[in-house]
């Protein structure tokens, strides 16, 4: 290891930037946030930098760089398109002890400036020696999206306790398997939900050798099937759970996130297919919760969209169990958007609807001569097995026959289908096509731009409706 990490505490402290181009601005942010006295030496500015300059942010001298303007400065950068400027202020630099950072020179440069990832009072910096600043800005991303802005409220809180809890365990093996079991506790948990008396109490409990059950319950929509569409919070669930209970609709690319010791029960309902009971489930969930365990409630698009995701959570709240949502893409707008289909458009459609058609009760209770309204998209979830009833009910109550329709099946995945009909003959189009589950049902005037707007998968295949037969064309 060639360049040995440092943090200094800039703050108040002398910070010269020789160079006043977009560079040297890009440095001067990166230093602003711990506080220094910048000092810019350089002829000209960039119209931005002039301007806070003008705010009172840092100073600026409009002239050429002199050896002494470093005198007094805790770290110097020089900046500059000219070689030989950014060699002189290296030397001034170099030959005062004062650590410098010549942009794009490794040889001349005394320190590396690293890319930074701040959850202050975490901070984390990346360095790849100035061989490979992209990368470095690359694993910096990396981390973001793991490290997320929780993390910088638990680094205050351990701050805060640390006294406590050392003279609680005076051990230093203790201390450090208390601390193990903090991180991986409640306390982490409850400030990523912003519950900070919630982590209190944790703590507390945690500090005092409570017994009390540290299980959770992550409710958390996987999407469609493209687990590319999860979230960075359904990722960071699944990469922590002790066991996950998905439905039959989750991909196995998405399961395949989950903690490799976590253990999978799969819970989904399927017509025709055999269930696991809602309250079995509910069970479950208060179950692996009260023994302590991470549990994830994995389901299919978004848990609060025809997911049951309230009755659960209901349940849970009735048990006195930790419980977090984490929200999904729900199949109406994830299929949508992979098949080219904007539910909503200037054009054509003022707003869209949301049903569901997997059994004859939900079907039942629609509202049938307002769900007719042309200029409305209506977005029917598990509807092949009622296409026809669907198609029947629209047409009495008004809905025009020449309605585009599209059947999405296995939207976002590798496997998509896109049907595009009419809404007279579309029970026959889904026959035709023999269109499987999961698939979602589009009817209204977006469904036509399919073909056009189609950039996922294969082009959706295009019926054309002779007197009284289906023809399929791609």
């Given at each position: 290891?060639?360049?040995?990490?440092?943090f200094?505490?800039?703050k108040g402290?002398k910070?010269?930037v020789?160079?006043?181009g977009?560079?040297?601005?890009?440095?001067?942010?990166?230093?602003?946030?711990?506080?220094?006295?910048?000092?810019i030496f350089?002829?000209?500015?960039?119209?931005?930098?002039?301007a806070?300059?003008a705010?009172?942010?840092?100073t600026?001298?409009?002239?050429?760089f002199?050896?002494?303007d470093?005198?007094?400065?805790?770290?110097?950068?020089?900046?500059?398109?000219?070689?030989?400027?950014?060699?002189?202020?290296?030397?001034?630099?170099?030959?005062?002890?004062?650590p410098?950072?010549?942009?794009?020179?490794?040889?001349?440069?005394?320190?590396?400036?690293?890319a930074?990832?701040?959850?202050s009072?975490?901070?984390i910096?990346?360095?790849?020696?100035?061989?490979?600043p992209?990368?470095?800005?690359?694993?910096?991303?990396?981390?973001e999206?793991?490290?997320d802005?929780?993390?910088g409220?638990?680094?205050?809180?351990?701050?805060?306790?640390?006294?406590?809890i050392?003279?609680?365990?005076?051990?230093?093996?203790?201390?450090?398997?208390?601390?193990?079991a903090?991180l991986?506790?409640?306390?982490?948990?409850?400030?990523r939900?912003r519950?900070?008396?919630?982590?209190?109490?944790?703590?507390?409990?945690?500090?005092?050798?409570?017994?009390?059950?540290?299980?959770?319950?992550?409710?958390?929509g996987?999407?469609p099937?493209?687990?590319g569409?999860?979230?960075?919070?359904?990722?960071?669930?699944?990469q922590?759970?002790?066991?996950?209970?998905?439905?039959r609709?989750?991909?196995?690319e998405?399961?395949?996130?989950s903690?490799?010791e976590?253990?999978?029960?799969?819970?989904?309902?399927?017509?025709?297919?055999?269930?696991?009971?809602?309250?079995?489930?509910?069970?479950?969930?208060?179950?692996?919760?009260?023994?302590?365990?991470?549990?994830?409630?994995?389901?299919g698009?978004d848990?609060?969209?025809?997911?049951?995701?309230?009755?659960?959570?209901?349940v849970l709240?009735a048990?006195?169990?930790?419980y977090?949502?984490v929200?999904?893409?729900?199949?109406?707008?994830a299929?949508?958007a992979?098949?080219?289909?904007?539910?909503t458009?200037?054009?054509?459609?003022?707003?869209?609807?949301?049903?569901?058609?997997?059994c004859?009760?939900a079907?039942?209770?629609v509202?049938?001569?307002?769900?007719?309204?042309?200029?409305d998209?209506?977005a029917i979830?598990?509807?092949?097995?009622s296409?026809q009833r669907v198609e029947?009910?629209?047409?009495?109550?008004?809905?025009?026959?020449?309605?585009p329709?599209?059947?999405?099946e296995?939207?976002?995945?590798?496997?998509?289908?896109?049907?595009?009909?009419?809404?007279?003959g579309?029970?026959?189009?889904?026959?035709?096509?023999?269109?499987?589950?999961?698939?979602l049902?589009?009817?209204?005037?977006?469904?036509a731009l399919?073909?056009?707007?189609?950039?996922?998968?294969?082009?959706?295949?295009?019926a054309?409706?002779p007197?009284?037969?289906?023809?399929?064309?791609?």
């Amino acid at each position: 290891m060639r360049w040995f990490p440092l943090f200094l505490d800039l703050k108040g402290r002398k910070v010269v930037v020789v160079g006043g181009g977009t560079i040297a601005e890009r440095k001067i942010d990166l230093f602003q946030s711990a506080g220094p006295a910048i000092a810019i030496f350089s002829p000209t500015v960039t119209p931005s930098l002039a301007a806070r300059v003008a705010e009172g942010q840092f100073t600026w001298e409009a002239r050429a760089f002199a050896e002494s303007d470093v005198i007094g400065a805790s770290v110097v950068v020089a900046a500059t398109d000219d070689p030989d400027v950014n060699r002189r202020v290296a030397d001034a630099a170099t030959a005062r002890g004062i650590p410098v950072n010549v942009v794009d020179d490794l040889e001349l440069s005394t320190g590396i400036l690293p890319a930074i990832v701040d959850r202050s009072p975490l901070v984390i910096a990346v360095s790849t020696e100035g061989s490979a600043p992209a990368f470095a800005r690359y694993v910096r991303a990396r981390i973001e999206s793991a490290i997320d802005e929780s993390f910088g409220d638990l680094a205050s809180f351990l701050r805060r306790v640390r006294d406590r809890i050392k003279q609680r365990f005076p051990d230093l093996t203790q201390r450090r398997r208390f601390y193990a079991a903090l991180l991986e506790g409640a306390v982490p948990d409850a400030l990523r939900r912003r519950r900070p008396m919630e982590a209190e109490v944790a703590f507390e409990r945690a500090l005092m050798g409570s017994t009390a059950s540290g299980g959770r319950v992550d409710l958390v929509g996987a999407g469609p099937g493209d687990p590319g569409l999860l979230t960075l919070n359904a990722l960071r669930a699944l990469q922590a759970a002790d066991v996950v209970l998905h439905d039959r609709l989750v991909s196995a690319e998405v399961l395949a996130l989950s903690r490799r010791e976590a253990e999978l029960i799969p819970v989904g309902k399927a017509a025709g297919f055999h269930s696991v009971p809602q309250d079995e489930i509910n069970a479950l969930l208060v179950e692996h919760a009260r023994a302590g365990r991470r549990v994830v409630r994995l389901k299919g698009g978004d848990p609060f969209v025809f997911g049951r995701g309230g009755e659960e959570i209901e349940v849970l709240a009735a048990h006195g169990i930790a419980y977090r949502v984490v929200p999904g893409v729900t199949a109406a707008v994830a299929c949508g958007a992979y098949a080219g289909i904007p539910l909503t458009h200037r054009d054509h459609a003022r707003g869209v609807r949301l049903v569901t058609a997997h059994c004859q009760s939900a079907l039942d209770a629609v509202d049938w001569a307002s769900l007719a309204r042309e200029r409305d998209t209506l977005a029917i979830y598990m509807g092949v097995g009622s296409v026809q009833r669907v198609e029947a009910e629209l047409l009495a109550h008004g809905q025009s026959p020449t309605t585009p329709v599209a059947f999405v099946e296995n939207g976002t995945r590798a496997d998509q289908r896109v049907i595009v009909g009419t809404l007279k003959g579309s029970a026959a189009l889904a026959a035709e096509a023999a269109v499987k589950s999961p698939a979602l049902l589009i009817i209204g005037a977006v469904a036509a731009l399919a073909p056009t707007l189609s950039w996922f998968g294969d082009a959706p295949i295009q019926a054309v409706y002779p007197a009284d037969a289906n023809r399929l064309t791609a």
